[in-house]
């Protein structure tokens, strides 16, 4: 077993000494090994001075891809909100219309008015009117519970009760007037009574309501 490594041993260092021999004899050979040496320790230390660099570089591209994401959807935001102005601008008489139907507060004042000008336009006599608790100023709660059928979510109800009399056609005609009133109501009672006067027998309508808003 010695022997066979022993014998080994001497072939494979015939073989080194044997290209060793040749390497300084031949010039050509020794020109190519030193210039393969070289453009390997070139290679080498350029990968890992080039490798701090080519991370930079993959970072650098992906944060300019996220960049380029984030710009698209930038940009597709501000076409919605291009759009969105348009329609805004297109649907403006109806969204000021809204809003005076159904304001942000009570506003009393500006439902009296649309009821004076329905009776106006219907000659009968409004014999009272009067409004429910609201919140002209403020955002305090009002305790509004009653068991009368709920609003709409997120909607308040500015009561107010109206009594007239005249006629039964122009009742009838100011009731009919009523249901056009632009700002909406919830019927709550619709009735109507005779009393005696010093003019004889009157009829006497009377109508119990809520006008919703928002909170």
């Known amino acids: 077993m010695a022997v066979g490594w022993r014998a080994n041993y001497l072939r494979y260092k015939s073989y080194f000494l044997d290209v060793v021999g040749h390497y300084q004899k031949r010039q050509d050979l020794k020109v190519f090994m030193e210039l393969f ?68 507060k009570g506003e009393p004042e500006a439902l009296v008015r649309q009821l004076e000008g329905v009776a106006s336009q219907n000659p009968v006599t409004i014999l009272s009117l009067s409004m429910g608790k609201v919140n002209i100023l403020g955002d305090g709660t009002l305790d509004t519970s009653t068991k009368l059928d709920v609003l709409p979510v997120g909607a308040e109800g500015l009561t107010f009760s109206l009594s007239s009399t005249s006629d039964y056609p122009l009742l009838a005609s100011f009731v009919q007037a009523m249901e056009g009133l632009r700002r909406p109501y919830k019927l709550d009672t619709l009735y109507i009574n005779t009393e005696e006067s010093e003019a004889g027998r009157e009829l006497i309508l009377v109508i119990n309501a809520r006008s919703p808003y928002l909170k």
Not at 41 to 54: D, E, H, R
Not at 58 to 87: C, D, F, Y
């Open 37 to 104: 040496l070289s453009l390997a320790t070139i290679s080498i230390f350029g990968i890992f001075a080039i490798k701090p660099t080519l991370v930079a570089m993959a970072e650098l591209i992906k944060e300019i891809e996220g960049k380029r994401q984030i710009l698209s959807i930038m940009n597709q935001k501000i076409e919605n909100l291009n759009r969105a102005q348009v329609l805004y601008e297109e649907e403006r008489a109806n969204i000021d219309l809204l809003k005076l139907a159904i304001p942000k």
